[in-house]
């Protein structure tokens, strides 16, 4: 699979996957576009909780369209622009019949994800359950 990018002037770049025909716009300059680094955040996030759902679907009592995650970046600023923080939290709704068992395979299944386990070691991240 490949990624094609194309810039459209003043910081705006379009991206598609070669099979698909949805365009993503990321922008630098305004807030109405995610930035390249609020994708990568997107990704993680998208990524832990396709990774729990595969891993419970059928296996835990829950409905896994109850499972959400909210993240917050943290940037760094200078002596040079980068990611250096991220505080997830991932609420699993409906979970009053989960067992002990249930939680730490959506724990493991959460921070099993391949996004995550690609991220630099220096970039400071947490993760928190909330069972609702």
């Known amino acids: ?23 993503v716009i990321t922008s630098v300059r305004t807030i109405e576009y995610p ?10 996030g998208s ?16 409905n896994t369209r109850n499972i959400s995650c909210y ?22 709704a409906g979970s009053n019949l989960l067992s002990e068992n249930d939680r730490k395979l959506i724990e493991a299944a959460a921070n099993s994800c391949p996004v995550k386990n690609s991220l630099r070691a220096d970039i400071d991240f947490k993760i928190q359950f909330k069972y609702v």
């Open 1 to 23: 699979m490949g990624v094609n990018i194309r810039h459209n002037g003043e910081l705006f770049c379009d991206s598609f996957l070669d099979e698909s025909k949805y365009i």
């Open 47 to 62: 990524c832990m909780v396709s990774n729990i759902s595969n891993s419970v679907e059928g296996r835990v009592p829950l």
């Open 35 to 44: 930035t390249p680094m609020d994708l990568l955040v997107m990704s993680l």
């Open 71 to 92: 993240l917050e970046k943290k940037m760094q600023e200078k002596p040079a622009h980068k990611l250096v923080g991220i505080k997830a939290t991932v609420t699993v």
